[in-house]
Structure formats: C-alpha cells, structure tokens
C-alpha cells in the first residue's frame, strides 16, 4: 500500500508565492519520475512539470518560468515552488508519481489534490 499526500495549497493574492509539497510513503522500494498536474473549474487535467528521479525536470512550454519543480530522494518527496501567482493559476493541483512496490508491483500513483485560489 502506498499513498500520496500534499500540502501547502491555500487562498494568496496575486502576486504572491505558493510551495506546494508532496510526500510518497508506503511499501515503496522505489520512486521514479514525480510530477504536478493541475484541473482548473471546467477543464481538463494537465501536466504542470515532472521530476526524474536524477533530477532531470520537464515543464509545460507555458509554465516554464513560473514554476519551479524539485524533489528529495530521502524523503520521497516532491515540491513545487509557485511565484507570481495569478488567477488563473486557481486550480486543484494533483501529485503523481510512479511508484515500485517491495512487492515490485508498479504504480501510478495520484494524491488527493490541494487546493490552490488566487484572488486578484
């Protein structure tokens, strides 16, 4: 059994920063890529970035910038750093990761979102 939890989403102005942090715990024997998605009201999930487990990071061609994604091995835990918040960055943001088991079961993994709203 493994799960996903994150933290960090709240209610901020515009303009202000967020850090949003997502922790894997369970029977894991290992963690491969991490990333963040994100669901805006009425619209489909997207991915936001991902993170290898070498560090290698993947974003959005129109995130790029605006987020910064950055994981530590140790603690099986991925964050992801938002600045210059925008309304339309209002969105439930989802952690997911891929996950082999002690058992060497493979996942895909999803946490149960955090809520992330901006006011302008």
């Known amino acids: 059994q493994v799960q996903l939890v994150e933290s960090g989403g709240g209610l901020v102005q515009a303009g202000g920063s967020l850090r949003l942090s997502c922790q894997a715990s369970?029977?894991?024997?290992?963690?491969?890529?991490m990333a963040w998605y994100r669901q805006a009201p009425g619209k489909q999930r997207e991915l936001v970035a991902s993170?290898?487990?070498?560090?290698?990071?993947n974003y959005a061609v129109s995130e790029k910038g605006h987020f910064t994604i950055s994981r530590d091995n140790r603690k099986n835990t991925v964050y992801l750093q938002i600045n210059s918040l925008k309304p339309e960055d209002t969105a439930v943001y989802y952690c997911?990761?891929?996950?082999?088991?002690?058992?060497?079961?493979?996942?895909?993994?999803w946490g149960q979102g955090t809520q992330v709203t901006v006011s302008s």
């Open positions: 997911n990761a891929r996950i082999t088991t002690i058992g060497q079961v493979n996942l895909n993994t």
């Open positions: 369970g029977t894991i024997f290992t963690v491969s890529t």
């Open positions: 993170i290898t487990s070498g560090g290698s990071t």
